[in-house]
T-cell receptor, first 117, second 114 residues
């Protein structure tokens, strides 16, 4: 059963504006990690940000922040002040603990972000 | 200095051939992975090794065999290649298998079977 859902196949945002990429997840494990990765058109995968299930505060890394709503099982990525170089595919991912998920990281289907000049 | 390096970057081969993809990381990480990304960009884990020990072995055809001679290397050998094996294969590493660690990915190997 799919455990990571990204409902937006494609998103457009105007340069310098903020954008939110949605991600919901499903797990019964109380201990898990949530991640976002960026894949530009060149193909490499770049780790952006991490949120632990026990973290009280939302994670932030520069212009990236993770809006973690545990009760709703959502982990949306917010990119502030979008830049043309942000145009890429973005993947949400989750890793459960050993007992439930064997430490596998599973990925969502991705959201393609287009930044307009 | 490349952190996770995969070779080759591109691989075009005929059906039925046997091929290998090599991966090396110089980050001192304990855990390495192989992922397959299909034409729809969906990423699926194949294998994971922690300190040369196989810890994740997903449902992949047994034509795929990983080998980890040491914790810095994880190679993928594929026998009797089929058209459906065409994909991008990513190697990745993390400090440990736990749920707290992000991955560092290699640049991918685009395998095309003709």
């Amino acid at each position: 059963a799919q455990k990571i859902t990204q409902t937006q196949p494609g998103m457009f945002v105007q340069e310098k504006e903020a954008v939110t990429l949605d991600c919901t997840y499903d797990t019964s494990d109380p201990s898990y990690g949530l991640f976002w990765y960026k894949q530009p058109s060149s193909g490499e995968m770049i780790f952006l940000i991490y949120q632990g299930s026990y973290d009280q505060q939302n994670a932030t890394e520069g212009r990236y922040s993770l809006n973690f709503q545990k009760a709703r099982k959502s982990a949306n990525l917010v990119i502030s002040a979008s830049q043309l170089g942000d145009s890429a595919m973005y993947f949400c991912a989750m890793r459960e603990g050993r007992a439930t998920g064997g430490f596998k990281t599973i990925f969502g289907a991705g959201t393609r972000l287009f930044v307009k000049a | 200095d490349t952190a996770v390096s995969q070779t080759p970057k591109y691989l075009v081969t005929q059906m039925g051939n046997d091929k290998s993809i090599k991966c090396e990381q110089n980050l001192g990480h304990d855990t390495m992975y192989w992922y397959k990304q299909d034409s729809k960009k969906f990423l699926k884990i194949m294998f994971s090794y922690n300190n040369k020990e196989l810890i994740i072995n997903e449902t992949v055809p047994n034509r795929f065999s990983p080998k980890s001679p040491d914790k810095a290397h994880l190679n993928l050998h594929i026998n009797s290649l089929e058209l459906g094996d065409s994909a991008v294969y990513f190697c990745a590493s993390s400090q440990a298998p736990g749920q707290y660690y992000g991955y560092t990915f290699g640049s991918g190997t685009r395998l095309t079977v003709v």
